[in-house]
């Protein structure tokens, strides 16, 4: 069985598997992550392709609730990934407002104008540009068109990250 404080090997479908050596290796501290240190160990151990199974069986507990913890941490790290993004555009030096029914096309004109009024150089092209925007933007585009407000800003090392606005419509 696999004992967290001790770090323990892990024998299961990838072999010996220290879970204590990958989490200090990759620096996790439970007192700074969003993570559970079983959180943590979970993660460590099925993105190295150990069935849910097998982690049951070396920590004692059962699949669902392997499962459990794993849906969990993954929630965990999708809302630590949205903070980051939150507060990237929030402190961009370029913030450009895009309006629900505004063509794509036009949008990377209007972040180049932005950006070369603040010299904030966009490390993308306007075809790429509008992919990002799209692809970032989920259901607030459809097809060319913007469909609901965003909030696209421009970090000052050039890297996008877009926003759907919750500003309500006047």
Not at 4 to 9: E, I, K, Q, S, V
Not at 53 to 67: F, K, M, W
Not at 77 to 83: C, D, I, P, Q, S
Request: one cysteine or more; aromatic letters at 4%; proline letters at 2%.
């Amino acid at each position: 069985m696999y004992d967290a404080d001790r770090g323990r090997d892990v024998r299961g479908d990838g072999g010996d598997i220290d879970v204590a050596r990958i989490l200090a290796e990759t620096g996790f501290d439970p007192d700074d992550s969003v993570l559970t240190r079983r959180q943590a160990e979970v993660l460590a151990l099925r993105e190295r392709g150990i069935r849910q199974s097998t982690i049951a069986d070396l920590l004692g507990t059962s699949r669902a609730n392997v499962s459990s913890i794993e849906s969990s941490a993954r929630q965990n790290v999708k809302k630590a990934r949205e903070t980051i993004a939150f507060a990237e555009a929030l402190t961009a030096p370029v913030q450009v407002g895009v309006e629900a029914g505004t063509d794509l096309y036009e949008v990377p004109k209007l972040v180049y104008d932005a950006c070369d009024e603040a010299g904030v150089k966009v490390n993308y092209t306007a075809p790429d540009l509008m992919k990002i925007i799209a692809d970032d933007a989920g259901d607030a585009v459809h097809g060319r068109e913007v469909i609901e407000s965003l909030l696209v800003g421009v970090t000052s090392t050039g890297d996008v990250r877009v926003r759907q606005s919750a500003a309500e419509e006047s």
